[in-house]
């Protein structure tokens, strides 16, 4: 087939649709297919490489003046088109002549635009924009979805038929695995943190839904157990905010909490084979990546006791509730005492992760691409 990938303007910084695109475009190459990607290239942009402020405005021109030209040139030699990430869906209207899908990795900025989701207050200008994404969503001829709870949300935001609607789970980015314990504290010796006590780890960006701060009450609540007193905090992702640093300074954990930066995938895989669990109370995700890149690793799951992270963790998780601190804690000790336990959490993570291969998910989609294609001719 010949397949055309639409992915992210670089500006925008979605490390994880660029990743999604780059696995998709190696992947389908690797099975024999003519692969094209485009994106929306920075050239006002290049005068401020930035998603805030006046580089924000500049990619605005790069993205919906310059682009779609290159959008229709590059339509006549492909067979099929793929929208990577949703958040580029108002270029559907462009595809009205070829077949076509998007893939919807969550609607939380959406959700957001349309009030419905309070912790995230969405400005004049983000509303403009999400109201346009989800315009293109309602006209598309395929969504692919990552979870079914995304699903659940497209269904009733787009009002779109149900076969016009798929769910594919993503795959892994990168091949995680249980590392050895020296070979693990080799690779992160590195980083500034005390890796002589053991510690949780949270993984993601400073952003609502992380619930970050939420991880902290956690974390200082399981420390007032014998069995976790001497547990330290690991983040990796983006600095720590003002609220946690302040909760950190009243809490006295300023030598118990630390930050990192996102890792390279080694890095990442001997933080998860350490940590005594991944603490990650997140509030709401498109899928929540860092479960199953855990779980292959053999790291206990701590997660919120609501899809889509029930449905990604599926047995192999203890599901706690973000708003209840105190008993979030409790609940994870007790999981922790358990050494009958945590070895079946640890063999049950294994299983479960076998459910979200990339070569599955390759396979879904190019199964999907060939029935678009042929319910297309007449």
């Not at 053991?198 to 157990?225: E, M, Q, T």
């Not at 809490?251 to 990442?268: K, T, Y």
Request: hydrophobic share 40%.
């Amino acid at each position: 087939m010949k397949i055309l990938l639409i992915g992210n303007y670089v500006n925008d910084g979605q490390v994880s649709m660029q990743r999604f695109s780059t696995i998709m475009e190696s992947a389908l190459r690797q099975r024999g297919h003519d692969v094209s990607v485009i994106r929306p290239e920075p050239f006002f942009g290049r005068l401020m490489p930035s998603y805030k402020g006046i580089g924000k405005w500049l990619g605005y021109i790069d993205k919906f003046i310059l682009f779609p030209s290159r959008l229709r040139g590059a339509l006549p030699r492909a067979e099929i088109a793929h929208i990577c990430d949703h958040s580029n869906a108002f270029y559907a209207k462009y595809l009205k002549d070829i077949p076509y899908l998007i893939t919807c990795h969550d609607l939380l900025a959406i959700r957001s635009a349309l009030g419905e989701i309070r912790e995230n207050p969405t400005k004049w200008t983000g509303r403009r924009l999400q109201k346009m994404i989800l315009s293109g969503l309602k006209i598309a001829r395929h969504i692919v979805c990552i979870s079914g709870s995304t699903k659940d949300d497209i269904l009733r935001l787009t009002k779109l038929d149900s076969e016009n609607v798929s769910v594919i789970s993503y795959g892994f980015n990168y091949s995680y695995s249980a590392m050895g314990l020296e070979e693990a504290k080799t690779n992160i010796a590195h980083i500034r943190i005390d890796t002589a006590r053991p510690f949780f780890l949270h993984i993601g960006k400073d952003a609502w839904y992380k619930n970050r701060l939420g991880a902290l009450h956690i974390f200082n609540n399981s420390i007032k157990f014998d069995e976790t007193s001497e547990f330290n905090m690991v983040f990796v992702g983006d600095d720590l905010s003002k609220e946690m640093r302040s909760f950190i300074k009243r809490q006295h954990l300023e030598d118990r909490v630390f930050a990192i930066p996102f890792l390279e995938s080694e890095g990442m895989r001997a933080l998860y084979s350490t940590a005594k669990g991944l603490l990650y109370p997140s509030l709401s995700e498109g899928f929540g990546w860092p479960i199953i890149e855990a779980q292959a690793c053999g790291c206990p799951v701590f997660t919120t006791d609501r899809p889509p992270m029930t449905e990604v963790g599926g047995d192999a998780a203890v599901y706690i509730d973000p708003a209840k601190p105190q008993e979030a804690a409790r609940a994870i000790v007790e999981s922790l005492r358990s050494k009958e336990k945590m070895a079946t959490m640890r063999e049950t993570g294994f299983v479960n992760v076998k459910r979200f291969s990339t070569e599955n998910m390759v396979t879904q989609y190019i199964n999907l691409y060939e029935k678009l294609i042929m319910h297309r001719k007449p």
